[in-house]
């Protein structure tokens, strides 16, 4: 077994099945457990590790803290939930700037409206933030209730994160403008769909997830968990990005969602950026296409053996 | 500033003061919300990192997985409360053996009760873990209210893992038993005091923390919090350990609780293990006395330097 993904499903093996209350654990974008009528709790947990997720001679330690408070939150996003509370957990050089990295943890906090209550503060070589947020909901949406014949819908155009990596390592101190500077900004400072999250819920979602590891591993993950085929028609390419980043840049932070066939989408997003349509799940669950040829499926992904 | 506990005041500084329903925040074992009238969700998080909290070459790898759920689990055990749910996050090289890893933290969160339900997984140099757990309470118990003639009690004798650790340091491997083969197993596999929390809680402690960093830099946290005193009379030492180690020794995961004086403590304790009297707050807010000397404050302390 081989990779992050082989290895979190390695580990939904290794533990206990949850008790009942959790109706969604690992394997989705937030735990869910039920705490009352129609009364979801949210938990989620994302690391962001300093020369793996950030590269501290392209972005700020500010942006550092910044995102791995949006990371966590887009996972709150990603279910139609609201944020609740951040717990922050630090651990790094003695030296670290604690002042810069909280400003952009605080910032990120305070524009989604996600309070940090607490936290940890240890050592380590590496500069790792571990971001844990809760949030509520009522009705989770998972990544296993897509259907064949739903249509599937992405909120924004994507790459744009990696293409903002690409412009910042080649001229980090650059001035720019347009599309180039959207780019960066989402590279340094994305910002959680929580709205789109919300409209995506209410409209009634059968499932959702936010582009993190790259659209075309994200849609697979829904696509594995639904036992649903991917027919796509087009993807909306960020202005300042190429086809591959689209497909497999990730960090993108755009969520993708699918809805029965029929429904008024653009309606419903009234006041919202318009999603986008990507195409449609269908019946034959190893489908994955793009244009009538198969889907490459590149995508960021983490590094680990399991025996 | 100096230090981990100056930086952690530090943080507090910089981030804004969260909503009125967060009762409790950064500062305390957990942080409490009001999610109901007299409903109260707790929140906590701690990291393990490898080479700092547990050496590999003494201890094997479930056992800091094991650590780390115990460490986050004892910070809802220090609020009174009962732990909820955990969610896990593993920073590391990518051979770590995340097999073994998750044997010790599904036995823990097996034996705390507190289910895992997601998580992350990512990569750095150094092996971080960091459990954030919920819990639930009717009333948490602060570090902050402890009043000058409260006395001061701890669940158990103290040291033990220190102790632990200098005898596996000094022969990782020998045969024990007695005392020795408790104190090692304390420093392998501490285990929070659920029960002794809701017991203190119970019976109307006003204040409680538990022993991570050494009983007296831990107290020196409820005396400054409380705005207290402390007049200690004695320190009971585990019996494999020195008074240095029961002093100033992390990780004991014991409870220490202040109470009106003239409760019943050994009676409301029944069925548990007696708590040991420590001594009592003061209205000296800057008393730090034990036995009539100074008491020495060493306990471990994160080094990070802010400005």
Known sequence: VKGEFAAISAIRELLPVPPAEVGIWIGDDSASVEVGEGRYLLLAADTVVAGVHADLELTGLDDLGWKAVAASVSDIAAMGGDPGYALVTVAGPAGTDIHLLYEGIAAAAGSFGCPVVGGDLTNARDLVVTVAVTGWCTRPVARSGARPGDEIWVTGP??????????????????????????????????????????????????????????????????????????????????????????????????????????????????????????????????????????????????????
Do not use: K, Y
């Open 158 to 307: 994507l790459g744009g994160s990696a293409a903002g990596l690409r412009l910042l390592a080649a001229d980090a101190g650059a001035a720019r403008d347009g599309p180039d500077e959207d780019a960066c900004r989402r590279h340094a400072r994305p910002i959680p769909r929580l709205a789109a999250g919300r409209a995506a819920r209410i409209l009634g979602a059968t499932a959702m997830i936010d582009v993190s590891d790259g659209l075309a591993a994200d849609l697979n993950h829904v696509a594995e968990a639904s036992g649903v085929g991917l027919s796509l028609d087009a993807v909306p390419v960020h202005p300042a990005a190429n086809r591959d980043e689209a497909l497999g840049g990730g960090e993108d932070f755009e969520l993708a969602f699918c809805v029965p066939a029929g429904v008024d989408v653009p309606g419903a997003f009234a006041g919202l950026d318009t999603p986008i349509r990507l195409g449609r799940c269908t019946s034959e669950p190893t489908e994955r296409s793009l244009g009538g040829r198969p889907l490459p499926l590149a995508g960021w992904e983490h590094e680990w053996r399991t025996n």
